[in-house]
């Protein structure tokens, strides 16, 4: 049984940073990538920012320059650092661990809201 615990979202004003993490526990034999998606509110689920075993990094457009992802491989652990919060950032973060072999694990998901 795999379990993937998200930490750090909350309220931000426009400008603000925050720190999310994810960690992973349970038998994964063979991490691939690691990736943070959202959700806002009657959007589809989009891909943020992924980062491969070897640290090889995606960025959505939207992000790029104000968000960076890194990874504790010993720890199974993924970070998205957010820095210069948009209102537009406002959604649901969800964390994905995807294996070498087999399906992609989900986070349960933090609220990031970005709001003066």
């Known amino acids: 049984q795999v379990q993937l615990v998200e930490s750090g979202g909350g309220l931000v004003q426009p400008g603000g940073s925050l720190r999310l993490s994810c960690a992973a526990s349970?038998?994964?034999?063979?991490?691939?990538?690691m990736d943070w998606h959202r959700q806002a509110p009657g959007k589809q689920r989009e891909l943020v920012a992924s980062?491969?075993?070897?640290?090889?990094?995606y960025y959505a457009d939207s992000v790029k320059g104000r968000f960076t992802i890194s990874r504790d491989n010993a720890k199974n652990t993924v970070y998205l650092q957010m820095n210069s919060l948009e209102p537009e950032d406002t959604a649901v973060y969800y964390c994905?661990?995807?294996?070498?072999?087999?399906?992609?694990?989900w986070g349960q998901g933090t609220q990031v809201t970005v709001s003066s």
């Open positions: 994905k661990v995807n294996p070498v072999l087999g399906s992609g694990y």
């Open positions: 349970g038998t994964i034999f063979s991490i691939n990538t």
């Open positions: 980062i491969n075993k070897n640290g090889r990094t």
